[in-house]
């Protein structure tokens, strides 16, 4: 019964078809930022020759990677990393008019080699200042796909030089001001930050230069530390994140299929039944995404695409459970609260995951199963697998074929 319950998962999976989703947003209001992002992707190809994938940030309307090659860019697996950097300095020249970011904000930090193939990033700062969170653009050459990746995160910086009003010194009785008086704490407590830094920090969708600083309890007998943030300018205290408190977590993915008849722009959602980790302590989150981790310090936190022991997914040719497809973007905690993101990518992971969660939660309604340890492979070559997709009930295996990932899900009775 259970082998027939998966098979039919992984048939209803690998149906092309678009069904309807429990899953509620304003079809009309996403197709009108598709057309808009759609043209605009189509200017760029135009402008730049690129040829391949681009996909889009619908919260801030913009283009946010790009999977393909140039015409006028030639590269090949054999070239050397003097020939990478060249053509990341051509490539990000072609994105900058797209992008919030100037020229003068980005430095190329180190390139690297590993067996996908070279990758560097090109860092926004603004007089040396960096970008809490964000604030760079990442170029690799997937020399096994013969293509670049590009992901531009940079961010809509102030005009002008950015100079701190406050000193550091003015920044820490700031601090010790918002201890006493906010906090409860004696006026003789001395403040004595760990971590000292200033950086762009965004709030009021406003990057604002801030003084970071992490203070360890000043109260020997107490375990409450803070990371507070100090507006440089102002002297506003911004945000002061507690590290030693509960912190809710929003988990989304970027999936297809879901109440709109596109298969080609992924949509936002909330992802269902994925591992939140912090240090030893494991969570899940809910159908909508959220879930509370209690477990501290809160800068040990992971995300991977696991259910428990019943499912977890790894991209060809990773195999094993240390493998596991793990989320691309955290952000740092701000407001009690700390946003998970899984992009898109070739294999389309996140959308599978998303709906084999879904295709389990509504065929357990029918007829409780439990899989244990069931591994969902994604992007298969399609030069060593001809069918969409297989399923192996003795090696307790779903692969799907790299080309096969976009497709939503349905359950009927």
Known sequence: MKAKLLITILLLLLCTAIFASEDHFDAEEYERKTQELNQLAERFKAETGFEGRINYGYERMRLGSFEGNFSDIPFTAEADSLAFRQACERIVEKILPYSPANRMQLSMSRISKSVRGYTTDYNQQVNGYRVEGAGFIMITYEEGRKRFSIGDNTVDLP?????????YEEA???????YTNELGYPDTIEIKPA???IAFVEFDNQY????VLGIPDPNP???DDYTIVIDAITGKVRYLWDLKSPIVCHVTGQIYGVGANDFTNPVTAAMDSVEVQNANAYYYSSDDGWCTVIDLPHNEITSRLKLRESYFLTIHPDTEVADTKVADNISSPELGSISIGYDTDDACSANVYYHVIKQHIGLNNLSLFQPSNLRLTVGIPSSSMTAFGTYSASANLIRIREDKGQYSHVIRH
């Open 159 to 167: 005009d002008g030089d950015a100079v701190p009003v406050l000193s």
């Open 172 to 178: 820490v009785s700031i601090a010790k001001q918002h």
């Open 195 to 197: 971590t000292k830094s």
């Open 208 to 211: 604002k230069l801030c003084f």
């Open 221 to 223: 007998n107490k375990i």
